[in-house]
């Protein structure tokens, strides 16, 4: 194997494989090292993301969701059903399936564009060598460029045994055998609540989320989130705000769980127990002592705003960086990256970024939230839309969420976008793309948007900003 590269990609999960795409594109030499492999032990580039994460979650959210349709969403529509029934086999043969045709499907444009796909476990040593391990195999490679993307991993919580059956973390979650009747989840974040959601959905009876933080969702809007906890809770998720795990014990095939809150000590018993409290930078044994990579205590690689590490020619991307944890910030991260390496312009607005969170009702935004306005002082409108006032909405049967549209009281420039309700995953990149044009609220209402659809909720949203928006009683204008 030739070791004659201009890039080296360490990692193939979302921010790797795609600066690896983009490298080739570019006419450099790309080789791309990647650990992973699928229960065949055969390589499975995708990372976390593509194998045990964003993929695998969002096929069993939908599956739950079809499968709650039609055993209580139908009879409304007119529309009726025998029996609804649960194979939850043939439903995880789904996931995989999905999972499979996606990591061929890299590897496929791995080929395409002339990428080397390496199988093993690299190390950084000094001069930009890289050691990589795969089995009892150990080769050595260098090149001008390397760019690290080596993902994360789920936190672990101390005296907390993942035991991969009674015990898991968010993987184990997406591979259960059987739907648990009584389900703790450590953690209400983003993957507890999407991993609540489905097993909820598909019958577990009991489902507790025991959460450190006494406020749910602070990073989401805090109207957004009173709103998602309310809904959330009205589903049959138990969430428990500040409560903090004690000690966790496994006997005769239950988990015993003691936890701690405001009110002292409590005890639970669940049939199976999800760790869902993070992920951290999977950058243990990443680089050796001699390769000088310098990292944060929480082994977060250090880089400057175009992802350079303090070492030259050594770049670092995605979760292993500063920044939210996102598929698509690592993504654009690595287009970055390439563009830089082959002499380019580019940059990522960091400003412009959007989280999701795949429950139902789906909640998404953009920019900043109304208590970081407020925390910085910043005077502010605002412009809200329910979707309940949406002609689509009702003709779906989902009215629950709204819009809001934050805008600054001087320049009128859009400075957050936060929404939450149905298929507001797909509607937040109108907001994105305002923002990123430097869009202003007035720019959003003076805008033709389709009717009936659900996007004209936005452009209301903007319009009520201004007090002028049509399909709501009242829609004055919110000065913070």
């Known amino acids: ?20 795409i983009r490298c080739a594109q570019l006419g450099l030499k790309t080789a791309c090292i ?45 529309i009726a059903v025998g029996k609804v029934r649960l194979d939850l086999d043939v439903m995880m043969r789904r996931k995989q399936r999905v999972v499979r045709e996606l990591t061929q499907g890299i590897a496929q444009l791995f080929r395409a564009n002339g990428v080397t796909h390496v199988s093993g476990r690299a190390q950084l040593c000094a001069d930009r060598k890289l050691v990589v391990r795969h089995g009892d195999r150990e080769t050595t490679m260098s090149a001008d460029n390397v760019i690290l993307a080596p ?47 489905v097993w909820r959905r598909l019958g577990a009876t009991q489902v507790v989320l025991l959460e450190a933080q006494d406020s749910f969702l602070p990073v989401a809007d805090e109207q957004v989130s009173k709103l998602a906890l309310r809904s959330f809770t009205a589903q049959g ?17 239950k988990v ?75 993504s654009e991260e690595g287009v970055m990256v390439a563009e830089l390496i082959a002499g380019k312009v580019a940059h990522v607005d960091y400003d412009t970024i959007p989280s999701v969170v795949y429950t139902l009702p789906e909640i998404a935004w953009v920019g900043r939230s109304e208590q970081e306005l407020r925390a910085t002082g910043v005077a502010f409108r605002s412009g809200v839309f329910p979707f309940a006032a949406s002609g689509r909405a009702r003709a779906m049967g989902d009215t629950e969420g709204f819009i809001k549209v934050l805008a600054d009281e001087k320049t009128d420039r ?67």
Request: overall charge negative; hydrophobic content about 40%; glycine content about 12%.
């Open 1 to 20: 194997m030739s070791d004659n590269y201009q890039v080296i990609v360490v990692g193939a999960g979302p921010a790797g494989y795609v600066a690896a």
């Open 34 to 78: 990647d650990a992973w492999l699928d229960e065949d032990g055969k390589p499975s580039p995708g990372g976390t993301c593509l194998n045990v994460g964003c993929i695998p979650s969002k096929a069993l959210l939908e599956s739950s969701e079809q499968y709650a349709h039609a055993r209580e969403g139908l009879n409304d529509h007119g």
């Open 151 to 197: 993902g994360s991993l789920p936190v672990r919580l101390p005296g907390i045994d993942i035991d991969g059956s009674h015990v898991v973390d968010s993987s184990g979650a997406l591979a259960f055998d059987k739907v648990p009747k009584r389900l703790g989840i450590i953690g209400a974040g983003v993957i507890g609540l999407e991993l609540g959601s």
């Open 237 to 253: 998720l138990d969430i428990r705000l500040g409560s903090r795990v004690v000690s966790c014990k496994v006997t005769r095939g």
């Open 256 to 330: 015993a769980l003691r936890y701690q809150d405001g009110e002292g000590e409590h005890d639970a018993t669940f049939d199976r127990l999800v760790v869902a409290v993070g992920r951290r930078p999977n950058t243990n044994d990443l680089a050796s002592d001699t390769a000088g990579l310098l990292l944060d205590e929480w082994g977060v690689i250090h880089v400057d705003e175009q992802c350079r590490t303090n070492l030259p020619g050594v770049w670092a991307i995605g979760d292993a960086v500063r920044g939210p944890m996102l598929a698509h910030k690592g």
């Open 414 to 480: 859009v400075l957050g976008v936060h929404m939450i309700g149905p298929q507001v995953s797909e509607l937040i990149a109108e907001a994105v793309v305002s923002m990123q044009l430097g869009g202003s609220a007035e720019d959003i209402a003076l805008t033709v948007f389709a009717h009936p659809s659900l996007s004209e909720s936005f452009h209301e949203a903007a319009m009520a900003l201004h007090g002028r928006a049509i399909h709501i009683s009242r829609p004055g204008r919110n000065k913070r």
